[in-house]
């Protein structure tokens, strides 16, 4: 006989599942059969299935896999499921260090182009408008 899933957690439910099964299941085939083990109706399941991908990402007990695909933790390995976050953020360091440089030079370039030219055609007003020259009256 079937547990009665209704006032269980999402998360416990999909962790029923995955226990039942063998292997690792795709995150849609997951959230659909957690959908009908608590008889979910469609407009619930729209609202449910962002919060349900957060919580199964922030419980420990699922790890998820290539491809979008998710299995207990417990089957795995510790180096098969690790993702190295050190090697991320220096990728990213270095990805961020590169754009400054590139604007940096942009950057540079727009300040000296056209060194000479201000020079020559600078006026006294040094940027500032002078309206007491206009001739139109509002």
Sequence with gaps: MDKDYKNES??????????DREGEISFRDLFN???EKVEMTMDRKDAAISGFFTNLSLDGRFVTLKNNEWDLRERHTFDKVHVDLNAIYEDIEEDAS???EDMMDEDEKNLHLGDDDDDENSSSNDGY???SESSESY
């Design 129 to 131: 408008y002078d309206d």
């Design 98 to 100: 590169s754009v400054d």
């Design 10 to 19: 999402l998360v416990d439910v999909a962790y029923d599942i995955l226990k």
């Design 33 to 35: 059969a957690v959908a």
